[in-house]
Structures are given as C-alpha cells and as structure tokens.
C-alpha cells in the first residue's frame, strides 16, 4: 500500500511540474501576443490621418486579428489546465473533509473512553496495582503512549484543517482566473468581430480603387522582382566559382564548419531584428488586399519600429552589396554553402568582404515616407535555395 501511495505522490509531483510549466510557458506566450496587440493597436492609431495608407492597414488589421485568434486559443488552453487543476482540487478538498470527519470521529472516541475508564479507576492506583516492576513500567508507557496518540491525532487534524483552508483558497483563486479568462476570451471575440468589420470596410473601399491599388502593388513587386534576380545570379554565381568538378560546393575549412554549425541551429537562429513581426510568410499566395494579384515570396516581411536596426543572424561575411533603384541596400551574408539576405536598408554599417558575427549590426531599415511602414525583407538560401525562414529563425 506504501508503494503506490509513493508512486501516486511522485507521479502527482511530476505532473504538476508539468502543469505549472505549461502554465508559465501559456502566461508568457499571452504576454507576448498582447504586447504584439498593442503594438499594432499604436501603429494604426498613429496613421488614422494619414491618407494612402490603405493598403499597410489593412496588412495590420489581417496581423492583428491572426493575433486575437492566436490569444483566444491562448486562453482556451489556460482555461483547459485551470479546469484540470480545479477538478484535482476539488477532489482533493473532498478527500480532506472525510479524513478530517474521520480523524475528528477517532479523537471524539479516544476522549469518551479516556473520560469512562477515569471514573474505574485511577491512573495512579492503576500503576500502583501493578504486580511487579515490569507491569508497572509498561502500565506507565501505555499512558505515554495513549497521551502521544491523542496529541498525534490532534496535529493531524489541525494540519488536515489548515490544508483544507488552503485548498479553499487556491480553489477561489483558480474560479476567479477561470472567470476572468473566460471574460477576457469574450472581450477579445467581441474586438475580433469589429476588426473584421474593419476589414470588411477597408477592403470594399480598396474594391473601388482596385486599378489604383493592383497597379500600386505590381509596381512594387516589379522592383522587388528586379533585386530577386540579381541576388539569385549573385548567389548562383558564387556556387559556380566554389563548386569542384564532381564533388558539389568546394567550401574552406572555416566555410565548412560556419555551414555545418548554421545547419545546427536549425530552428534556433535569432531573428533579424531586435524586436517585430511577421506580416508577409513566404511561398506562392494571394495578396492579402487584392485577391486578382499573386504574390511569389522567397522570403518573408518583417515590421519593425523606425529606431530598430537589422542585424545578421549568423556568423559569415559580406558577399555583397546591392543599391536599389529607390537608394535602399540589400546585403548578401554568406555562411558557407548558406546565404541570408536584407533588404531595404536606407543606411549600412558594413564593407563588402567584412566578417560578420551573431547579431552584429548591419544597417537602418527605410520607413516609407507615405505609409510610415518600416519593413525589412529578408531571406535565407541553402545551396542557392530558397528557404521558409520560419523552419529556420526561433519561433518565426
């Protein structure tokens, strides 16, 4: 019986460990998408009256409510443990009352025979009416031991009712954050339902415009496709002068374990920037906007703040520099047979051929002037490839 009694407690400490992790990691998750919220909630307060920003609003809007619905399973999973824990300690309490009543019952029991046998006779003359030594000694250790029960089952009750005080507690504890997700996950459908209509309102007035915008969307992606080509041909080229006969990419040494050691932090690699989110994924998709228009991403978006500068996300070097049409950068890290790409830079803090470590500093990313947006694109390629940086980049 003290076997499993040992493993019930161990298992129950393990779980619980679990729980309380998951419910740290759930917490923490929550704080940071309502932080993202929040960012968002000022960046389409700051551009209410700015004029042609349509389109950036509505890039907003989409994030902001991926984020909501991301919340509310957020705090459906929070909902689901703390249901967990309360049926646990439910059960717990209950338990507790029935070894409280139990323990109340033995002592009640204990009183009445002490208080009987009192009348009968005298602890004193009890011993004293010993035949021997030997009986008087044990007579004397009985009430010794009789006292010590009572005293035992008195702290095991008091201590059975201070547990039950704190099982209480805890209980009211968890129902009022049960209530208090359950009220937030209402708030947040009902703030999901009005961006929608948001949406819905800005969408119908692109409708109307939707020459104006497609037109708009193409000229960009036009340029965008023109730095795309050039990165590829540089990429492509910097294979072919690597490349041995039969053998694949020739690489150094250094090139060898700077790849070896990228292909590692798979999953883990630091993001490109300090601080920002993802607005455009990578792959072939529908523009968010104008639904007639395709958009072909190697890479993704990320938006940041105006102060926040791109940084490399490994070690490698510049292997190239490119100046766009609109006086933007794009700078080209080679890791090996690895390559990352930053684009719209309206500053470098970098030479081509300049070594590169984690997180060094690369440049300022350009804010558009008309739609106060700052973005920078960025890419990866593994043997001239083009890679989904979110399998790449730690929780992308």
Same mark, same amino acid.
């Not at 020739?250 to 060898?256: D, H, N, P, R, V």
């Not at 558009?368 to 960025?378: A, E, K």
């Given at each position: 019986?003290?076997?499993?009694?040992?493993?019930?407690?161990?298992?129950?400490?393990?779980?619980?460990?679990?729980?309380?992790?998951?419910?740290?990691?759930?917490? =923490? @998750?929550?704080?940071? +998408?309502?932080? !993202? #919220?929040?960012?968002? %909630?000022? /960046? $389409? &307060?700051?551009?209410?009256?700015?004029?042609?920003?349509?389109?950036?609003?509505?890039?907003?809007?989409?994030?902001?409510?991926?984020?909501?619905?991301?919340?509310?399973?957020?705090?459906? =999973? @929070?909902?689901?443990? +703390?249901?967990? !824990? #309360?049926?646990?300690? %439910?059960? /717990? $309490? &209950?338990?507790?009352?029935?070894?409280?009543?139990?323990?109340?019952?033995?002592?009640?029991?204990?009183?009445?025979?002490?208080?009987?046998?009192?009348?009968?006779?005298?602890?004193?003359?009890?011993?004293?009416?010993?035949?021997?030594?030997?009986?008087?000694?044990?007579?004397?250790?009985?009430?010794?031991?009789?006292?010590?029960?009572?005293?035992?089952?008195?702290?095991?009750?008091?201590?059975?009712?201070?547990?039950?005080?704190?099982?209480?507690?805890?209980?009211?504890?968890?129902?009022?954050?049960?209530?208090?997700?359950?009220?937030?996950?209402?708030?947040?459908?009902?703030?999901?339902?009005?961006?929608?209509?948001?949406?819905?309102?800005?969408?119908?007035?692109?409708?109307?415009?939707?020459?104006?915008?497609?037109?708009?969307?193409?000229?960009?992606?036009?340029?965008?496709?023109?730095?795309?080509?050039?990165?590829?041909?540089?990429?492509?080229?910097?294979?072919?002068?690597?490349?041995?006969?039969?053998?694949?990419?020739?690489?150094?040494?250094?090139?060898?374990?700077?790849?070896?050691?990228?292909?590692?932090?798979?999953?883990?690699?630091?993001?490109?920037?300090?601080?920002?989110?993802?607005?455009?994924?990578?792959?072939?998709?529908?523009?968010?906007?104008?639904?007639?228009?395709?958009?072909?991403?190697?890479?993704?978006?990320?938006?940041?703040?105006?102060?926040?500068?791109?940084?490399?996300?490994?070690?490698?070097?510049?292997?190239?520099?490119?100046?766009?049409?609109?006086?933007?950068?794009?700078?080209?890290?080679?890791?090996?047979?690895?390559?990352?790409?930053?684009?719209?830079?309206?500053?470098?803090?970098?030479?081509?051929?300049?070594?590169?470590?984690?997180?060094?500093?690369?440049?300022?990313?350009?804010?558009?002037?008309?739609?106060?947006?700052?973005?920078?694109?960025?890419?990866?390629?593994?043997?001239?490839?083009?890679?989904?940086?979110?399998?790449?980049?730690?929780?992308?």
């Amino acid at each position: 019986m003290d076997i499993f009694r040992i493993v019930f407690i161990i298992t129950f400490l393990f779980s619980s460990n679990i729980y309380a992790q998951s419910k740290t990691e759930l917490e =923490n @998750q929550r704080k940071e +998408i309502l932080n !993202d #919220i929040r960012q968002i %909630e000022k /960046k $389409l &307060s700051n551009t209410k009256k700015e004029k042609g920003i349509i389109i950036g609003d509505v890039e907003d809007i989409n994030f902001k409510i991926k984020l909501q619905e991301n919340l509310i399973n957020n705090i459906n =999973n @929070q909902l689901n443990i +703390i249901v967990t !824990d #309360i049926d646990y300690n %439910e059960n /717990k $309490l &209950s338990e507790l009352n029935v070894r409280e009543s139990l323990l109340k019952n033995e002592l009640s029991d204990m009183i009445l025979k002490s208080y009987k046998k009192r009348s009968d006779l005298n602890k004193i003359m009890f011993i004293f009416s010993s035949t021997s030594f030997a009986q008087a000694y044990k007579r004397i250790q009985y009430f010794k031991q009789y006292a010590s029960f009572q005293r035992k089952t008195i702290n095991k009750i008091k201590s059975t009712a201070k547990e039950i005080e704190t099982t209480i507690a805890i209980l009211d504890s968890q129902k009022l954050l049960k209530q208090n997700l359950i009220d937030e996950n209402e708030q947040i459908r009902n703030n999901l339902n009005k961006e929608y209509r948001n949406l819905n309102n800005l969408i119908a007035k692109i409708s109307r415009n939707q020459k104006k915008y497609a037109a708009e969307i193409k000229s960009k992606q036009k340029q965008s496709k023109e730095i795309d080509k050039k990165i590829n041909k540089l990429i492509a080229e910097a294979i072919a002068k690597s490349k041995k006969k039969d053998n694949g990419i020739g690489l150094t040494a250094e090139a060898q374990l700077i790849s070896k050691n990228f292909n590692t932090n798979k999953g883990k690699l630091p993001w490109p920037v300090s601080k920002g989110y993802v607005v455009l994924g990578f792959g072939k998709q529908p523009h968010p906007i104008v639904k007639t228009t395709t958009i072909q991403s190697n890479g993704v978006r990320i938006r940041t703040s105006s102060d926040v500068e791109a940084r490399t996300i490994f070690d490698g070097f510049i292997y190239s520099i490119i100046l766009s049409k609109n006086n933007t950068y794009t700078v080209l890290i080679q890791h090996g047979n690895f390559f990352t790409v930053y684009k719209n830079l309206s500053e470098i803090f970098i030479s081509k051929g300049d070594k590169v470590k984690t997180k060094e500093l690369l440049g300022k990313i350009s804010t558009d002037v008309s739609t106060q947006q700052t973005i920078l694109s960025f890419s990866i390629f593994k043997d001239g490839i083009p890679q989904n940086p979110s399998s790449w980049i730690y929780k992308m």
